[in-house]
């Protein structure tokens, strides 16, 4: 026994070794009922956001997160599959500390949206450990930003010349199916002079993504490149969070002071996810179908994106937009235009043409071009898209032979110079164009049409 002499703190820290120390008690609940892919559980109380695991009748844990409540209840979206899951099952809330392995180590690797590779490569070192991070954690205050002042070469003409890019913009790719978006987001992973790219391929056909890797990427641009898939057959819960895994990944690199290309296909999928969790826990549709959450969570997550605090790196990102039926006046496609940088638009009749990449001159739009590049080269665009816009305005007089040259001076110049503007936006798969053969290609057509200034360098 301790003795007598000890003053009364040693002596209770004497006995401190014959107390055990009390055992944590699991709250667990149990599963109510479940309605479609959203489950309600009651018995215990958990925040938004809060991993859950559901006990199936194997004794298998099934992942789940909080996305609502009601009352006592908890609606909860399972992560993956809930076959075998029944009536009054076991539900226990997890700790939210889970941590993500973000490090080098990913560059070449294909994840899933939780970072779990899929590539039949191996496990991931995780030397370097990160938790999932929100929008509103990552968030920077927009007087902090570093502006956008440098270009970002992509390796395409028609970009790089007429919709220049800067490091730190986000833009949309606008385009319907079939017009070869993938093929264009490939190219610009292999030309690109950003430092590391990362693809999210968020909902699309399983298919695309074993082909968007092999054909479009290839094995040069894997090197430098991480992707993140989460194809359409898996939950919405899964595709929201491989959207924002890609976004902490491109964070991750920006912090470190690189130059980022993040590709997005697509941000019209991550929309509809998010539509389907609101809708299953019983959010009204607002706009043809789409809840307010919806309008609310784009915003987040492409603010995520962007230049960092100034001495950082940059996240140039580029989202990919289905236009349904090639309507550019969808509810996705008109939000994501209205907090976007920028918009590439792809054109069907283009494509159908058998011109490639199909980019859409006239109806695409770089905001931050001024801030990037000199005033002859605005001119020269401007130039390039008037002659464009002449010549489509008057296509139809011409094909009939209705026009009779000479009519117009300005039709006269759009219709000689046509094909030589068409063939400038064209560009073979397999060949990079970069920023200063771009220019060099545009003053030889400006050249040509007595628009002889020669730019400054680019900033």
């Known amino acids: 026994m301790p003795s007598t002499d000890l003053s009364l703190s040693e002596r209770l820290k004497s006995y401190q070794s014959f107390t055990a120390p009390a055992v944590e008690p699991v709250v667990e609940g149990r599963l109510l009922r479940v309605i479609g892919l959203t489950m309600e559980a009651v018995g215990f109380h958990a925040a938004i956001g809060c991993p859950c695991s559901v006990i199936d009748d194997h004794g298998e844990e ?246 960092g605090k100034v001495g950082s790196g940059s996240i140039t990102a580029f989202y990919t937009v289905l236009t349904e039926g090639d309507d550019l006046q969808d509810p996705i496609a008109d939000s994501a235009r209205a907090i976007l940088d920028g918009h590439v638009v792809l054109s069907r009749q283009l494509a159908e043409s058998g011109i490639y990449p199909a980019i859409d001159v006239e109806m695409s739009i770089s905001r931050v071009m001024t801030s990037i590049v000199d005033k002859t080269h605005i001119k020269w665009l401007q130039r390039f898209k008037q002659l464009l816009a002449n010549y489509y305005k008057n296509r139809d007089l011409i094909n009939i032979g209705a026009y009779i040259k000479g009519s117009d001076n300005e039709v006269d110049l759009a219709l000689e110079y046509f094909p030589r503007l068409q063939q400038f936006i064209q560009q073979d798969i397999s060949d990079a164009v970069y920023c200063d053969v771009s220019l060099l290609e545009l003053r030889s057509i400006m050249d040509a049409l007595c628009v002889p200034e020669k730019p400054a360098a680019s900033k």
């Not at 809330?93 to 949206?113: E, M």
């Not at 929008?135 to 930003?145: D, H």
């Not at 491109?250 to 996810?273: C, F, H, I, N, P």
């Not at 959450?293 to 995520?304: D, G, I, N």
Request: proline share 6%; hydrophobic share 40%; net charge neutral.
């Open 62 to 307: 099934l992942e789940a997160e909080v996305v609502g409540f009601s009352g006592d209840k908890l609606f909860l979206m399972p992560v993956k599959s809930i076959q075998g899951v029944r009536s009054g099952a076991r539900v226990i809330p997890q700790k939210t500390d889970k941590k993500l392995i973000i490090n080098q180590h990913l560059l070449g690797r294909v994840i899933d949206g939780l970072g779990q590779p899929i590539d039949d490569l191996g496990s991931i070192p995780n030397d370097d450990l990160a938790p999932i991070k929100s929008a509103e954690q990552t968030r920077i205050n927009p007087l902090q930003r570093a502006p956008i002042v440098e270009v970002l070469d992509v390796g395409i003409r028609a970009i790089n010349a007429l919709i220049p890019v800067g490091k730190g913009q986000r833009l949309g790719l606008f385009a319907g199916s079939g017009v070869g978006k993938s093929v264009l987001l490939g190219m610009m992973t292999r030309f690109t002079t950003a430092d590391v790219v990362v693809v999210g391929l968020i909902g699309e056909r399983g298919r695309e993504v074993k082909e968007f890797i092999e054909h479009s990427l290839g094995e040069e641009g894997l090197k430098r490149a991480v992707v993140v898939a989460s194809p359409a057959d898996e939950s919405p819960l899964m595709r929201l969070r491989a959207s924002q895994l890609a976004s902490q990944i491109a964070e991750y690199y920006r912090d470190q002071g690189k130059d980022v290309l993040l590709l997005m296909d697509s941000l019209t999928r991550y929309a509809q996810a998010q539509r389907e969790i609101a809708l299953a826990i019983g959010e009204p549709p607002a706009t043809k179908g789409y809840p307010p959450s919806v309008f609310a969570k784009l915003p987040q997550l492409v603010e995520r994106a962007g230049n």
